[in-house]
């Protein structure tokens, strides 16, 4: 949705934004949030033709294998976690001189690596709380069947180090009955159930 109004407004202003996202699903569900607002756009990602437009959605893997520069007034990178391997550094790094806004939800990655290597700030949004309290989201609460023992687990970069929750988690076998589970918790409410 940011992505969306900012390109809006730059578009109001006879300016260009390059906005660059990971997946084919998700380069298609922004050009229809651009065809929603009117944004006139082009996208360039492999077996999509090229309309021309300077404000454009492109495919980062796009970019990287073939070796493209962007012309835009500003460029938006989308999960923007997913830009510190070197391929997508040097496609970042290229495009040093247009000013750049970077998007995501996972600014310290479980690797630990840091979002300080490609933005000079980093703007926090919103907690969960904050969102729950504007009634953007839904109050939750959330139940396991089974408390996985963590103790063994070290500590990296101020979270679980995601290797050993990994081999913790991959025990085989079934830990509780999800239909008995809700039925005793949760019938007739309203449910999401995640696995």
Known sequence: HLTKMLAHSAYLKGKSVAVVTV???LVFDLSKRFDDMGIPHS?????????GHKTR?????TLVSRDAMLDADCIVWDEAHLLLSQARLEVV???RHIPQIFFSATPCRGDG?????VADVIVMGPST???IEKK????????CPDMPDMSEVDITGGDFNQEQVAKVMAK???????????LHKAKHLPTVAHC
Do not use: E
Request: hydrophobic share 45%.
């Open 23 to 25: 997946r084919r699903l």
């Open 43 to 51: 996208i360039q990602m492999a077996g999509v033709k090229d309309t």
């Open 57 to 61: 959605i492109c495919s980062l893997d």
């Open 93 to 95: 790094d290229r495009h």
């Open 113 to 117: 690596v840091g979002m300080g290597r």
């Open 129 to 131: 709380n904050d969102l």
């Open 136 to 143: 953007f989201l839904v109050p939750s609460k959330v139940w």
């Open 172 to 182: 085989r076998g079934i830990v509780g009955n999800i239909v008995q589970q809700w």
